[in-house]
């Protein structure tokens, strides 16, 4: 019964940055890891990246390695995509998603996620 709303979204032009939001809450002490993930038309969705609530292990897939960063605020079910030198193919629709697992090297492919947010719309172009 964990709740994920994600904020933040917005058109940017490429080169530029833009930071996401995900406030947890309900039953929020069952999970163990969030990540984000994304999905443009036509494509299915790919996981971006994964960070554990105790020990704040994090996991990126290759294609942000370098120009994103996950984070929370400590002591609070608030976590953070900061996004920098963004492509077009950034674009698509963002999603933060819940797990009683907490993260690891092949989290952003579990088979099943046990929360998901309604998505926020980042767009990159000129």
């Known amino acids: 019964q964990v709740q994920l709303v994600e904020s933040g979204g917005g058109s940017v032009q490429p080169g530029e940055s833009l930071t996401l939001s995900c406030v947890v809450s309900?039953?929020?002490?069952?999970?163990?890891?969030i990540g984000w993930f994304r999905q443009a038309p036509g494509k299915e969705r790919e996981g971006v990246s994964c960070i554990s609530k105790r020990d704040n292990y994090t996991n990126y897939a290759d294609s942000v390695k370098g120009r994103f960063t996950i984070s929370r605020d400590n002591g609070k079910n608030l976590f953070y995509l900061q996004m920098h030198n963004l492509t077009p193919e950034d674009t698509g629709v963002y999603y933060c998603?819940?797990?009683?697992?907490?993260?690891?090297?092949?989290?952003?492919?579990?088979?099943?996620?046990?929360?998901w947010g309604q998505g926020t719309q980042v767009t990159v172009s000129s």
């Open positions: 998603a819940a797990s009683s697992l907490p993260c690891f090297g092949s989290w952003l492919y579990l088979p099943r996620l046990d929360s």
């Open positions: 309900g039953a929020s002490s069952d999970f163990g890891g």
